[in-house]
């Protein structure tokens, strides 16, 4: 059988951090399972022809407002190969499955792990990528232990589950963690350990990164010792909840500090456009711009939000046009994302603060 893979055209920015490592790591799973079968396996990202003629075409998605970027590879593909099984999965599908239905009826819905999970266990193969990466992805643990209202990480693996090593796992000299809750891995200060003291064949030592933020609540003195001798690079610290957890907040940057982390390094995540006041977000702003930390800043967009017609910029648009929560306004929105880009300019030249921000409160924690 011919399995072609697909990852649809997302409109994820060339420069941006946050997606800088980003694979479709079940589509390469996926491909490693059909090739252990014996099938043909070639992966697609974007909209061409495939090499072959496939009899299946499993197209993956992401984030729920990008699902008509995941409907437009599907019809076309579908219009390509009309005599193929078109398959979409991943974490759209799975959050929207009726929705994702009504728009693809063509196409087969996959809710969850790919035929319950055959894919999980198998190496992944990383020679369908067209590319030869330095970087390769790893999970440790699936789910999460918090069950957040913005999150659909517990609706999609309502099931936290685990890994005791990920020894077997290592192939290459930079590991990017996707775990949505790193720490809450019992095993995590073993796994740890080990990634410190492991060396390639050639003797090179490994360095990672985690792409979610870090559970402030686990991350201890201890714990962060271990981060920085098993090489982590760009810690990033959580901040969902209120101004009030600054005290909490505070100490896990500080502990990061002790330990050799410094002002490029380490990063707070924190959602805006939701629950919290613009007023609030610019407090938890405030705060990391006198510990001397970068923010990453993710607008909140609902679960079921099919789509986001936010356009970046200056210029305001108009209510309706994209989600802003109760509370905030469109030029809320902006002007944070603004202060966040101006602090983070100015921590990473090490600007004084009189140089870069003004009117604020001067109040210390």
Not at 1 to 20: C, G, Q, T, Y
Not at 314 to 329: A, D, S, V
Request: glycine share 6%; net charge positive.
């Amino acid at each position: 059988m011919n399995i072609l893979l697909v990852e649809p055209d997302f409109p994820i920015a060339d420069k941006s951090r946050n997606h800088s490592h980003f694979l479709p790591i079940g589509l390469l799973k996926i491909g490693s399972y059909h090739r252990r079968l014996g099938d043909g396996v070639h992966l697609i990202r974007g909209l061409k022809e495939c090499p072959f003629t496939p009899d299946r075409v499993l197209v993956t998605s992401l984030f729920t407002y990008w699902s008509r970027q995941v409907h437009e590879a599907a019809a076309f593909y579908h219009g390509l190969y009309p005599s193929a099984e078109i398959e979409i999965g991943g974490i759209y599908a799975s959050l929207m499955p009726e929705d994702c239905r009504r728009r693809s009826p063509f196409a087969r819905v996959q809710v969850g792990l790919y035929r319950g999970g055959c894919a999980e266990t198998v190496p992944v193969d990383y020679t369908i990528l067209p590319e030869n990466l330095e970087y390769q992805i790893i999970h440790a643990s699936r789910g999460c232990k918090r069950h957040c209202a913005f999150c659909g990480t517990w609706r999609i693996e309502p099931k936290f589950t685990y890994k005791k090593t990920v020894l077997p796992e290592i192939e290459k000299p930079r590991l990017v963690f996707y775990d949505n809750n790193l720490l809450a891995n019992p095993h995590i200060d073993r796994i740890l350990d080990e990634v410190a003291t492991f060396r390639l064949g050639n003797g090179r030592s490994v360095t990672w990164e985690c792409q979610s933020g870090l559970d402030l609540r686990l991350l201890t003195a201890e714990r962060a010792v271990l981060l920085e001798r098993s090489r982590m690079k760009y810690p990033r610290v959580a901040w969902d909840g209120p101004y009030s957890d600054w005290s909490r907040v505070k100490q896990a940057v500080q502990r990061l500090k002790a330990v050799g982390y410094g002002r490029k390094d380490i990063f707070v995540f924190m959602i805006y456009n939701h629950a919290l006041s613009y007023v609030e977000m610019m407090k938890k702003v405030d705060a990391c711009r006198r510990w001397r930390v970068r923010i990453i800043d993710c607008r909140y967009r609902p679960l079921e939000a099919a789509e986001d017609n936010y356009r970046p910029g200056p210029r305001p648009q108009q209510p309706g046009l994209y989600y802003i929560h109760h509370g905030w306004t469109d030029a809320a929105v902006r002007g944070f994302r603004r202060k966040v880009r101006q602090q983070n300019i100015a921590i990473l030249l090490d600007l004084p603060r009189g140089r870069y921000i003004r009117g604020c409160e001067q109040r210390k924690v």
